[in-house]
């Protein structure tokens, strides 16, 4: 992609008091509309593409199906779990032409339960998983932070279905660990919690947090053993009251709910001796595109976003410093359509802007791995690569840069190796 063409509107000045919300628009990811309601601009709809991608692969790699359900549901569905009430005005409702009263599904274990209820039948179809990564609506009475709490929002949501307890802890159990897969694999620290089960119901439930001042959360650390825990006044492990208070954003959220949508949604099955039993289900919920600024709360510095290798929007960025120059601007696009060929996502700039321009947006953008050409080293022969995390540089030789890249950058995990 040429930066010249493409469309990443940087902005110079935001005055955002959260650190992700500030940089998703200065580094032109996401755009508002409305309180609660944004765009997503190129940048920012890559790096989602990327972590939807880890999702999806976790989820598969577990033996979950995928689905699409309908953002639009029938009031009456709610009306059976009385949920309807329970949310409240959290639930976008409306009337359509033909009287009917719709809602906005601000999640979805009415429709799948329903969906379940009318194709599963036997034990033998049991267990199963489906998941789907989907558009949520809720009318929050207070929107803030961008990303962190939007009215339309990206979730992926599971859902698992069991014959029975065993069945459900089982699955409960892969989801864990799962999960504890995704947050890693997209540069995250979770801490998990168990946690109250609020407006979903169920037996007992899991929350993964990260810490970051933007978060709802309290929870606190002990100053004395580290241990991590709520909603107590003592720490639990060591007894400690010594203990420091902190912010939590919880990102992902598993729940076993047991029988309650089941039986009230009519999902029965026959178990082997012909009895009919209702469904046994679990949900498991993870904030899409709130994860997108969770990585960035826990990836920046004073100049912008660092992103991880694993949910960049571009692999390598070419920061040309000479455009102007025939033969630096060829040797470029020579760099960039080789590493192209090789497979990255390669994004080259080669605007007629000055090189601090280029720099800060390189530094607020977030690319991984910069390699910059300009004059003075050019006429050395040689070209400096720098990783974006700390700043390291290595020059190294303009002729032979190919194999020693492609090799740095092939290591294991894909992490270049300047140490
Ligand atoms: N308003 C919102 N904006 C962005 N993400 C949200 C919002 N509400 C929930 N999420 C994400 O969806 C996940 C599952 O939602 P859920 O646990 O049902 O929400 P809540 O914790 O608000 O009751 C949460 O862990 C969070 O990551
Ligand atoms: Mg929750
Ligand atoms: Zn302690």
Same mark, same amino acid.
């Given at each position: 992609m040429l930066f010249s063409k493409y469309? /990443?509107? $940087?902005? !110079? #000045?935001v005055k955002e008091e959260s650190v992700s919300f500030r940089f998703s628009l200065k580094a032109g990811l996401i755009s508002p509309l409305a309180s609660g309601i944004y765009s997503y601009l190129p940048l920012g709809l890559r790096v989602l593409r990327r972590i939807e991608a880890v999702v999806r692969k976790n989820m598969n790699s577990l033996g979950a199906y995928e689905v699409l359900l309908p953002a639009l549901q029938p009031l009456e569905l709610w009306q059976k779990t009385k949920r309807s009430d329970l949310l409240g005005e959290v639930m976008i409702k409306f009337k359509d032409r033909r009287g009917r009263i719709l809602c906005l599904g601000p999640t979805h274990e009415e429709v799948i339960t329903d969906l379940v209820s009318k194709y599963v039948s036997s034990y !033998?179809?049991?267990?199963l998983i489906l998941y789907q990564i989907q558009t949520k609506f809720r009318d929050e009475l207070r929107p803030k932070g961008g990303l962190v709490r939007s009215c339309e929002f990206i979730m992926k949501d599971a859902y698992s279905f069991d014959k029975n307890e065993e069945g459900l802890e089982k699955s409960y159990q892969s989801m864990y660990s799962a999960y504890e897969k995704i947050f890693k694999e997209c540069g995250l620290k979770p801490l998990v919690f168990s946690a109250d089960v609020g407006f /979903?119901?169920?037996s007992a439930s899991c929350e993964f947090l990260i810490?970051? *001042?933007?978060?709802e959360d309290n929870f606190f650390q002990c100053r004395n053993c580290g241990f991590y825990f709520r909603d107590?006044? $003592?720490?639990?492990?060591?007894? *400690? !009251?010594d203990y420091l208070e902190k912010k939590g954003l919880e990102l992902g959220h598993i729940f076993k709910l047991g029988t309650i949508y089941s039986e009230k949604l009519g999902a029965y099955f026959l178990d082997e001796e012909g009895k009919r039993l209702a469904i046994v289900m679990g949900c498991y919920g993870i904030g899409v595109s709130r994860l997108l600024s969770g990585v960035i709360e826990q990836n920046y510095d004073s100049e912008g976003i660092i992103w991880p #290798? *694993? /949910?960049?929007?571009?692999d390598i960025e070419i920061v040309?410093?000479?455009? #102007?120059?025939e033969e630096i601007l060829s040797f470029c696009f020579q760099v960039y359509n080789t590493l192209s060929q090789q497979g990255f996502q390669v994004l080259l700039d #080669? !605007?007629?802007?000055y090189s601090g321009v280029k720099f800060k947006d390189a530094y607020l953008i977030g690319i991984p791995y910069l390699i910059v050409v300009g004059k003075k080293n050019f006429s050395e022969d040689k070209l400096e690569f720098i990783r974006r995390r700390d700043k390291k540089k290595l020059l190294i030789d303009k002729k032979n840069y190919l194999e020693p890249l492609i090799n740095s950058l092939r290591e294991k995990n894909g992490k270049v190796k300047l140490d």
């Open positions: 469309f /990443i509107p $940087t902005l !110079r #000045e !033998r179809e049991l267990p /979903i119901g169920g810490e970051s *001042s933007s978060g107590k006044d $003592t720490c639990p492990k060591c007894k *400690s !009251r #290798e *694993s /949910i960049a929007p571009f040309c410093l000479n455009p #102007e120059e #080669e !605007r007629a802007e």
